[in-house]
């Protein structure tokens, strides 16, 4: 009897000295992957706070979403250009000959249960996502956080941006309404101009003759496995060098290029980042539960003879629609053959320039410095004036295209004459983005001047005294340590000079072309006019001492 009282005794205590189910698995997946070590050393990756950091958290969490809603609207959207006559809910289309493409599209917004929300959910989750990697990527150009080692960085996410282009184009052109036909159109001229394989080119992607019946099934297949898939991959890789390289931080109390002052991803990085994204998926809920786009129905579906008006792509590709609309109407003939150059220089040219030079520009800079070290501290804008006004003229120069690209809205809601919108972004191409780098080059400039009297004579208190021989002064209030150091702590580049003009036995020295345009660059960039110098220890140690201030 004791003894079975015993041995009941220990099992109990055996059962409840158990480990739990999760720990158990746990237990057993570290002795065959050792997760445990890396697993503690990334839930204590540390991650600063700055509201700015969000915007790529905004770009990822909206990449989430499409994906999601993208996988719901597969199962109900059919791929195929081979007409049928429509005999779904919506009755003003009952009847009419359509392709399968667009008849889906009809289904789903119309006997799909939750289907056309999905699909508000699906348009506006890339028009949020493409925004945010676009304001995401000027946080990143105006505070250099492209820098060393962040460079490659830099291009996965600029290449994502284009990817996000091109996956946006397929994507709107699927429904086979009669916009994203006439955009199909567009597109189907612009790869006709290419030279020598213009046509080639067009009859392998359109399968034949525009509008042919092979385009919907290939932009299926491009916008939902190869696009997604390679934008996948960059976004695992660009997250996976984030936590590699550490996260950039602001400057302040405590922060060096070898630090990162913050929270850690578990518990309270991870909790926050969970509810933001629940919060963003909301936010496109309700846009797209109030705001309608993209109705089809409304259009039509797309037949060859008609054309859309009201024409206009996703804002994301209003650059190059703007540089198409402006350009002059220029054909040349070679050897028998008509060059259509108002479709060549503008998306064969200027665009892929401009492009390659945003990609670029990591690179750029590295070189015009010469510094070759890890940068983890961010840059105030102000502090790098010309690197400031030239993202700001770009801006200004892709909003002015915008308006080119919808020069005939503009026209028609503020009553205008399309030739003057016209012409008025024609001559704002070269001069908006001038005028933009000038004045704000001059804002920075005015900024560090103004840091560089803080940092001396303190800040304005409002306090007014009178001093014994009748002056009146406003009493000036000094900074604390961690104002001093955001303001004065920055490091000021010295622009490259070329050298002497002639070597230690007076030959003269031949210089490098390139190095000449490296100095120049440098001086532009750094040079007189190019930026205030920050207050140093003399000045601020006069400062402290009482002289010349009150």
């Known amino acids: 009897m004791s003894i079975s009282t015993s041995n009941r005794t220990e099992a109990e205590t055996s059962d409840r000295r158990k480990a739990p189910a999760g720990e158990r698995v746990a237990d057993w997946a570290d002795g065959r992957l050792s ?20 915007l790529g958290e905004v770009a990822l969490y909206s990449f989430i979403v499409i994906i999601l809603t993208g996988v719901y609207l597969t199962m109900f959207f059919t791929p195929s ?6 005999h779904g ?12 493409a667009y008849a889906s599209t009809l289904d789903i917004s119309f006997d799909v249960r939750g289907g056309l929300l999905i699909r508000q959910i699906h348009h506006w989750g890339a028009l949020i996502f493409l925004a945010a990697m676009f304001v995401h990527m000027m946080r990143v150009f105006f505070t250099g956080a492209f820098r060393k080692p962040r460079e490659l960085n830099w291009v996965f996410g600029f290449t994502l941006l284009v990817l996000g282009m091109f996956t946006g184009l397929t994507g709107y052109s699927l429904p086979d309404d009669l916009l994203s036909g006439t955009g199909l159109r567009f597109l189907h001229g612009a790869i006709l101009a290419t030279p020598v394989i213009g046509t080639y080119l067009a009859m392998f992607l359109f399968g034949g003759e525009f509008p042919g019946t092979e385009i919907i099934p290939r932009f299926f297949a491009f916008h939902i496995l190869l696009l997604p898939g390679i934008m996948l991959a960059l976004v695992v890789t660009h997250v996976t060098l984030v936590f590699y390289q550490k996260h950039t931080q602001f400057a302040g109390a405590g922060k060096t290029n070898k630090n990162v002052v913050g929270t850690p991803l578990l518990p309270v990085y991870t909790a926050k980042a969970g509810g933001f994204f629940f919060l963003v998926f909301g936010v496109i809920s309700v846009i797209a539960a109030t705001f309608t786009i993209n109705p089809v129905w409304t259009i039509g579906p797309y037949r060859p003879d008609q054309v859309s008006t009201n024409a206009q792509p996703d804002w994301y590709l209003g650059f190059p629609e703007g540089l198409v609309r402006i350009m002059p109407g220029w054909e040349i003939n ?3 053959h008509t060059l259509v150059m108002d479709l060549i220089i503008p998306l064969m040219v200027v665009f892929p320039v401009v492009l390659g030079a945003i990609a670029a520009y990591p690179f750029i800079e590295s070189w015009v410095t010469g510094d070759k070290r890890e940068h983890h501290i961010l840059d105030r804008p102000r502090n790098v004036p010309t690197r400031t006004a030239f993202g700001m003229a ?3 120069w892709y909003f002015v295209l915008l308006i080119g690209g919808g020069n005939d809205l503009w026209a028609t809601y503020l009553h205008l004459s399309i030739n003057s919108i016209t012409w008025f972004v024609r001559i704002g191409f070269f001069v908006v983005p001038i005028l933009t780098f000038i004045v704000t080059k001059r804002i920075c400039l005015g900024l560090q001047r103004a840091d560089r009297e803080k940092v001396l004579h303190g800040r304005e208190s409002g306090i007014i005294k009178r001093l014994p021989h009748g002056e009146f002064v406003e009493v000036h209030e000094p900074l604390s340590q961690e104002e001093l150091h955001v303001l004065a702590g920055h490091e000021q580049y010295q622009p490259l000079e070329i050298g002497p003009e002639t070597d230690e036995h007076g030959v003269v020295r031949k210089v490098n072309p390139v190095e000449r345009v490296r100095v120049s660059l440098s001086k532009g960039y750094y040079g007189e006019g190019g930026q205030i110098p920050k207050p140093t220890a003399e000045e601020y140690r006069e400062l402290t001492s009482g002289h010349g201030h009150h």
């Open 35 to 54: 997760i445990y070590g890396a697993a503690k050393a990334t839930m204590r990756k540390i991650f600063p706070d700055h509201w700015s950091f969000m």
């Open 394 to 396: 770009w801006v200004s």
């Open 81 to 86: 250009m081979a007409e049928v006559e429509y």
């Open 334 to 336: 070679v050897l028998g």
């Open 89 to 100: 809910s919506y009755v003003p289309m009952q009847g009419v000959v359509m392709s399968e």
